[in-house]
Structure formats: C-alpha cells, structure tokens
C-alpha cells in the first residue's frame, strides 16, 4: 500500500474513533458533573455507608454508579450531585437536598423519601418502582420516561414537573400538588387520585377521584 493509502486509513481510523466518542457523550453515558471550580468529591463507582453521606454538604459531588442499597441518609446537602446510574434501591433518605442533581438511569426501588428536595433534578429514566416520597419537591423535575408505577406520592409538590412517558401504573397520588405538570404519554392506569391537584389547577373530584379531563395545564 503506498503512504497516501495508508494516510487515509489513519485518517479514517482516527475519525472514526472520535465519531465513537460523541455518539457516547450523546447517548447519555456519563452523568452531568460540575464545572471542575466547583466540583465535589468524587465518589464515583463505590460502595457508600449512609453514614458517608448524612449531615454532610457535598455539593457537586460525583457518585455516578455509586451503591446506596438499603442505606439510611440524612440531612444530606447533595444539591446538584452527579447521581447518574446510582443504586438506592431500598435506601431511606431524609432531609436530603438533591435539587438540580442528576438521577438520570438511577434506582430508586422500594425507595422511602421524606422530606427530600428533588426541585429541577433530572430523573429521566429514573425507576422508582414501589418507592414512597413524602413531603418531597418535585417542582421542575425532569421524570421523562421514569418508572413510577405502583409509587406512593404523599403531600408532594409537583408543580411544573415533566412526567411525559412516565409509568405511573398503580401510582397514589395523595394530597399533591400537580400544577402545570406535563403528562403526555404518561402510563396512568389504576392511578388513584386523592385530594391532588390537577396539571390545570382544579381539584381532583368525582367518585372514585380522578384528574383524567384536567391533565392538560391551563394556558
């Protein structure tokens, strides 16, 4: 093969190890971290204590794979933590700020949540399946395409939250507010509804109560 031939082999090869390497970033394989000025620890891929993490401002932190399986977190201050493909299945979290993190792909199964400020925080393909969220925020939440069937929503504040494709299969939705709440394509069947108020701000009503005819957000 002459130079030129090679070159262009090289050259192909080359780019097409870059085009591999955007595809990647594009398709979500890492979680969003800080700007390196304000970067956390870096916690990422480990094993973690509840302990590790409760009473402790660790703003921008990175556990992105991290595991939190049935651990207990309190007055955590996580807000704006890479969470990305983390595992808190069964995990108990309360107090804990996690406004504007990134829980893209994490588990959350089974998970209790009390009292947790999830405002802004990117939970697409989230799987919350048979968690309970108490008190917690939601307001501005990204839950496209999150499993949330059989989930318990008590006194929640979902105020302008995207549930688009969301699985809310068997979800109870009690006392919450769903105000301006995009729901398109949501999965809503056997959903229970109680004392909630709709994306268009009316109440839910009727007997058995439902939001169905008041889902679209006013305006």
């Known amino acids: 093969m002459r130079y030129g ?74 807000s704006r933590a890479n969470l990305h493909r983390a595992s808190l299945a069964a995990a108990r979290l309360s107090h804990v700020d996690l406004s504007g993190a990134d829980l893209t792909d994490a588990v959350l199964e089974t998970a209790t949540l009390r009292g947790v400020d999830l405002g802004s925080a990117d939970l697409r393909r989230a799987g919350l399946h048979g968690a309970y969220l108490s008190a917690v925020g939601l307001i501005r939440a990204r839950l496209n395409a ?45 959903a229970v509804w109680s004392d909630v108020v709709c994306p268009d701000g009316s109440r839910s009503s009727g007997q058995p109560q439902t939001c169905v005819g008041h889902l679209e957000p006013a305006g």
């Open 5 to 78: 031939g090679r070159r262009a082999v090289a050259v192909w090869i080359v780019l097409a190890a870059l085009a591999g390497s955007l595809a990647a970033c594009a398709s979500g394989g890492h979680g969003r971290n800080c700007p390196r000025a304000q970067a956390g620890p870096d916690l990422s891929d480990r094993t973690l204590s509840g302990s590790s993490l409760s009473r402790r401002t660790m703003r921008c932190a990175n556990l992105e794979g991290a595991t939190l399986d049935d651990q207990q977190v309190s007055r955590a201050t996580l």
């Open 146 to 190: 999150a499993d949330l069937s059989q989930v318990t929503l008590s006194r929640a504040d979902a105020t302008g939250a995207d549930l688009r494709d969301a699985d809310l299969s068997g979800a109870r939705m009690v006392d919450s507010d769903l105000t301006g709440a995009r729901l398109e394509d949501a999965d809503l069947t056997d």
